[in-house]
């Protein structure tokens, strides 16, 4: 029987938000396996996994991941098999992001079906799975995340004053009035009259600046990058209840104008979380959270689908409608959506790697689909064993070098390279050379999770 472990040439995209070059991680990693990088192209996306948009190929045979699993359902074990298809559950990535991605959520599964049945023009996805989603940290990130506590959103609207010409003065009062003194109540009623009170006012910003009367937008955009330009750190009165300083949100409206000129984004951002993160840091996005990826290079890890309902800070199709339907309108601090990884208890470090102060780290969110572990191995030689689990991995190597043995066969490690471990291998890593040698592992293995609330892990 054929050893449960492949080397994977994986596709790279192509959009004009991604770094230029190599100055794009995703590209860097591509070229590792004979993708070639042009210097003035950017580069948004690695992608692993068997989605049928970019599938990975197996670089001994140039078959694509996803014949090869169907053809040995053994290679995803027989429960993910017939739980996902024969097809691998989450979809693997590296992002470099120069520019914002656009304002989006992913609609859960039963949303997906519909669209895809209601506009397959705008909607070609022929998937019809849900697009939970997690982001690590690779270099310093930020991004728009969720909706801001309540009290945040409400304060903008009285300090800002063409935010609140935009949602117009019904609804600023409205939402301000309804929210009043009860706006980190945790009972349900409460709760849901709140998520009501927010999905007006958002609602009303998107439609009152997707209409005909638009130029409003254009108008009020104008008025709010002059302000952000000339109160400073004073801009949004100093950014008020929250964690973001003036200075902080006039810099983000100033740098997001000159990459989208009078964008509905600007004012987005005054109802959505701005979350900073370090190296290492992560964050779990539900199905229907919304989102826009602002800066920096990520590892992400999806349930496998492509479904996407944008509203801005793009030339791409925008669905304000389905848009401000869909969305849960759950509202938390950022930190509440940050998540808290631990020791992976599956790994056994051999002295070499204990004694250099190496490391694995787990990441696991709250759906089954998918886990990832990122290894640091710190020293020459330093192996980490990996126990062998009931469901399919895949490796990749962020930097550094040294090997990967499944069974009796080795194979070579390189920044770059990327692997499928099949289901029940025992995985070994080992480093070689004096650089740290990083790699994360994304994996399923069908088990219960706890549900996640309002953002809380």
């Known amino acids: 029987m054929q050893v449960p472990l492949m080397r994977l040439q994986c596709g790279c995209n192509s959009y004009e938000w991604g770094k ?120 310093p990130f930020d991004g728009l995340c969720g909706f801001r ?69 254009k108008t009020q955009a104008e008025q709010l990058v002059t302000s952000a330009h000339s109160l400073g750190s004073d801009f949004a009165s100093g950014g008020g209840p929250g964690p973001n300083s003036g200075k902080q949100l006039s810099d983000l409206i100033i740098r997001l104008n000159s990459q989208f000129p009078n964008d509905i984004g600007l004012f987005v951002l005054f109802f959505l979380n701005y979350v900073q993160l370090e190296v290492g840091e992560a964050m779990f996005l539900k199905a229907d959270d919304i989102h826009a990826y602002l800066s920096g290079d990520i590892i992400e890890c999806m349930a496998s689908s492509d479904n996407v309902v944008r509203a801005g800070f793009t030339p791409k199709f925008k669905d304000v409608d389905t848009l401000t339907d869909m969305l849960t309108y759950s509202y938390a ?33 709250p759906i089954e689909e998918f886990s990832v572990v990122k290894t640091d191995l710190k020293a020459n030689g330093a192996k980490a064993t990996f126990e062998s689990i009931d469901g399919p991995s895949i490796i990749i190597c962020t930097s550094g070098s040294g090997t990967i043995s499944v069974g009796p066969k080795v194979e070579p490690v390189e920044t770059g390279y990327v692997y499928f471990v099949g289901a029940t291998a025992e995985c070994v890593l080992e480093s070689k050379g004096e650089e740290p040698f990083t790699s994360f592992k994304a994996f399923c293995e069908l088990e219960e999770k706890e549900p996640v609330t309002n953002g809380k892990m």
């Open 20 to 139: 230029v070059g190599k100055t794009s991680a995703a590209a860097k990693l591509a070229s590792a396996t004979g993708f070639e990088v042009q210097d003035d192209k950017p580069y948004a996306e690695l992608w692993m996994g068997t989605h049928p948009s970019l599938p990975a190929k197996d670089v001994e045979t140039n078959r694509s991941l996803l014949e090869l699993v169907q053809d040995n359902k053994a290679l995803l074990n027989h429960d993910v098999a017939q739980k996902y298809g024969n097809k691998l559950p989450f979809l693997f990535k590296v992002l470099s992001i120069s520019k914002a991605l656009s304002i989006q959520a992913h609609p859960n599964k039963k949303e997906a079906e519909h669209l895809h049945a209601k506009d397959p023009r705008n909607y070609p996805a022929v998937d019809d799975n849900h697009k939970p989603e997690m982001t690590i940290a690779v270099t």
């Open 333 to 365: 601090p950022i930190e509440e959506q940050k998540m808290h990884p631990q020791d992976y208890a599956y790994v056994k470090l051999d002295r070499a790697a204990y004694s250099a102060n190496s490391s694995a780290i787990l990441y696991d969110p």
């Open 149 to 217: 506590p309540l009290a945040e959103t409400a304060y903008f609207l009285e300090t800002v004053p063409s935010l609140r010409q935009l949602v117009g003065e019904d609804a600023s009062s409205n939402f301000i009035k309804s929210i009043k003194n009860q706006e980190t109540a945790s009972d349900t009623s409460t709760v849901e009259s709140n998520k009501k009170a927010l999905q007006a006012a958002f609602s009303a910003l998107m439609k009152n600046a997707s209409s005909s009367a638009s130029d409003t937008l």
